[in-house]
């Protein structure tokens, strides 16, 4: 069984909501990105994503492009992410998934990508530049593998929400906003009844993400969907306390 | 009329999702109001009375003689309004934008051209506009910052990334991503995702028919050869699409080389090195590491500076239609100091490059053969940067 579905029926047994931190590969360094996610699961991480950071994040705000920038000038190469997940697995056996974007896969090797994937054991892919409409590309190599490819769906997606996920596996990630990944002091008032829209349309996991950045928000959200993302603001936490793994842990421990 | 997503393997909408419905809605918009009576009629009424189309074919005679072979045509766009071929595409762009009630515009630019041009489409219909250029840019194209802002534009300086023209074009998307509600996007480029490449070259395809027209009347048959520049590639596509049926017609794209292919700093993207990756929502050739980081592009001219290449072009270079050759900084200013001396003509560093390579293939070709070079835009705004290249104080 994939890890992330073992995952969210445990989740379900004892009656609570995913929480599922998102860092950045490299971000301020490979040794540390090892750390960190012992960190984020000894802090309660369901699930943990791993970005691999890429020169032109379409879907990124500013919190993210700079972990990015700051991998990059650590001289982060993509196999870093696959040698930390690797080594990870030694230890750990918390859910996965790697968020990276279409160019990265592209660039490194369609196949390549997807052994490595497989060889460090990941459970979940998430790749935000690649629509249903091109899902033909990549995601028939995926669906012969254990790993998930994770939908994403939008506040406008509409009428394309049960197309979106109809084979959804692992969980939908719904898009809280308009714009990019960060912070956010207010939502768009629809936010709610597009993940309600969503999970009349499937049984898998819906869960939240893109500006959510404290505890209010995910109880907010956690009463209607299955779990919270939350990415900009642990980076911005590692950054702000020069990647102090004591600190970060505390803020993610708060967020539960 | 006919409208695909992909152009072979390229093209595609590799955006996030939030945007798919948006696209979906813009490419209904597109198909069904650009192929109206009342679309073509008011662009051709603007591009008569506002640009002053149709540019003029001009024959260079002057440089016919001194090169010694083919006749040498320049498709004058250098004479549009605001200088360039951009005019064109953003000012159906903009009709577009106003059929579909919106009231602001949004545009990137590199060297300031597009930007320009959109900041001047949006006065001339009343629209709000934001133009997003690198922190770099502005301070190499202070002129042309100033130009948009008597406009009536505002320009975003965008510092993330590099600071250039891919990145202003990242931080456009991800604002029209969030306004896109109110919001219109106005690419300058042959890029994007899909509707984009076709749009805009549906708005620029009349450079070509007018020089294809302009040529039967003037010698009573085709060009042997078409040459036009290529960054992104909207002036070529422009001018080469209504000759790709024509199979006798030669077309050759040029790109940048920089300062030469082999040091690595050049914006050739059907360079040796490049590869195919995803950029700004589309797939196609790119420079980019074995990564698939996009490189930053260089070239002396500023509208030439990107990684990447239409997706269209991308079609045609592997079908073999279009041949994509490479000029570098030098062998450009050579051409823009010729067609200055020659014919009293300052062509852009852009178009530049597509006559260098135009220059030196006419002389071994027959005195009867027949070349054009689209001149995509005209020099003045390069003065600066050819003195510096020259070694000269202004």
């Known amino acids: 069984m994939n890890r992330i579905d073992k995952r969210f029926n445990e989740i379900k047994a004892e009656g609570r909501k995913a929480l599922i931190p998102y860092i950045c590969s490299g971000d301020p360094s490979v040794e540390n990105t090892e750390r960190l996610v012992y960190a984020l699961e000894e802090a309660g991480a369901d699930i943990i994503e791993l970005g691999i950071p890429f020169s032109d994040p379409l879907a990124d705000g500013p919190v993210i492009q700079a972990a990015g920038l700051r991998a990059f000038k650590g001289g982060y190469r993509i196999d870093d992410t696959f040698r930390i997940i690797e080594n990870v697995r030694k230890r750990s056996h918390i859910p996965l998934c790697i968020m990276v974007y279409y160019s990265s896969i592209l660039g490194y090797g369609r196949e390549r990508f997807l052994e490595n994937c497989i060889r460090a054991d990941i459970d979940g892919l998430i790749i935000p530049d690649l629509p249903y409409e091109e899902y033909d590309e990549f995601k028939p190599l995926v669906d012969k593998t254990s790993i998930y490819m994770i939908p994403l769906v939008g506040l406008t997606s509409g009428d394309r929400i049960p197309t979106l996920v109809k084979d959804a596996k692992g969980f939908v990630y719904c898009v809280s906003s308009m714009g990019v990944t960060g912070e956010r002091k207010e939502f768009d008032s629809r936010v709610e009844g597009f993940v309600k829209e969503v999970k009349k349309n499937t049984d898998t996991p819906a869960c939240i993400g893109f500006g959510i950045s404290c505890k209010a928000d995910v109880d907010k959200f956690d009463e209607f969907a299955d779990g919270c993302i939350i990415g900009s603001a642990i980076i911005r936490k590692i950054a702000e306390t020069d990647c102090d793994i004591e600190k970060v842990k505390a803020f993610v421990s708060g967020l539960r | ?394």
Request: some cysteine; glycine content about 10%.
């Open chain 2, 1 to 394: 009329m006919e409208i695909k997503k992909d152009f072979g393997i390229y093209g595609g909408q590799f955006v996030p999702e939030t945007l798919m419905s948006v696209l979906k809605v813009l490419e209904k918009e597109f198909e069904e109001y650009c192929s109206t009576d009342e679309f073509k009629n008011d662009y051709m009424y603007y591009m008569k009375q506002y640009v002053g189309r149709p540019s003029s074919l001009y024959f260079a005679e002057r440089l016919t003689e001194e090169l010694g072979g083919a006749k040498i045509y320049l498709k004058r766009e250098d004479l549009n309004h605001t200088g360039a071929h951009k005019i064109n595409n953003a000012l159906a762009q903009a009709l577009l934008a106003k059929k579909m009630g919106k009231t602001k515009v949004i545009a990137e630019t590199g060297a300031g051209q597009h930007g320009v041009a959109t900041a001047t489409v949006a006065a001339l219909f009343g629209m709000d506009c934001e133009v997003y250029m690198g922190v770099e840019d502005i301070e190499r194209q202070k002129l042309n910052v100033f130009r948009m802002e008597l406009l009536g534009a505002r320009v975003v300086p965008v510092s993330s990334g590099t600071g250039t023209l891919k990145d202003a074009t990242n931080e456009a998307i991800r604002t029209w991503v969030a306004r896109a509600e109110d919001t219109f996007y106005i690419i300058g480029s042959a890029v994007g995702p899909h509707p984009y490449p076709t749009m805009v070259r549906e708005f620029q395809k009349i450079i070509g028919e007018e020089t294809r027209r302009q040529m039967l009347e003037a010698e009573g048959r085709l060009p042997d050869k078409v040459y036009a520049c290529v960054g992104g590639g909207s002036n070529s596509i422009g001018m080469f699409y209504p000759f790709v049926g024509d199979e006798g017609v030669k077309l050759i794209g040029v790109e940048a080389a920089g300062h030469g292919l082999e040091t690595g700093e050049h914006a050739a993207a059907f360079s040796p090195n490049s590869k195919v990756g995803v950029l700004h929502g589309m797939k196609t050739y790119l420079l980019q590491d074995e990564d698939g980081q996009i490189k930053t592009a260089y070239s002396i001219s500023a509208g030439l500076d990107y990684p990447g290449v239409g997706p269209e072009h991308a079609y045609l270079h592997d079908i073999g239609r279009v041949e994509y050759t490479s000029i570098t900084d030098d062998e450009s200013i050579e051409a823009f100091k010729a067609l200055c001396r020659l014919e009293g003509i300052m062509p852009a560093i852009e178009s530049s490059h597509a006559l260098a390579q135009a220059m030196k293939d006419a002389p071994s070709m027959d005195k009867n053969d027949i070349i054009v070079v689209c001149l995509s835009g005209r020099g003045d705004k390069d003065v600066h940067t050819v003195a510096k290249y020259l070694g000269k104080e202004i």
